[in-house]
C-alpha cells in the first residue's frame, strides 16, 4: 500500500494503472491464482 502514497494526488486512472503495476512488480512470475478486486473511491469536499 505504500505505493499509494506516491499518487494520491493524481487522478483515478493514473492510481490504477500504478496500483497494478506495482501488484506486478510484487508478483514477478508467480502466477496469479485468484480474482483482484479494485475499489477507488473518489472523495470531493
Do not use: K, S
Not at 487522478?11 to 500504478?18: A, D, K, N, R, S
Not at 506495482?22 to 508478483?27: L, N
Request: overall charge negative.
Amino acid at each position: 500500500m505504500a505505493c499509494l502514497c506516491l499518487v494520491e494526488n493524481e487522478p483515478l486512472p493514473t492510481i490504477v494503472t500504478q496500483f497494478f503495476t506495482e501488484i506486478d512488480r510484487f508478483a514477478g512470475t508467480a502466477p496469479q491464482h485468484d480474482d483482484i478486486t479494485v475499489l477507488i473511491f473518489e472523495c470531493r469536499v
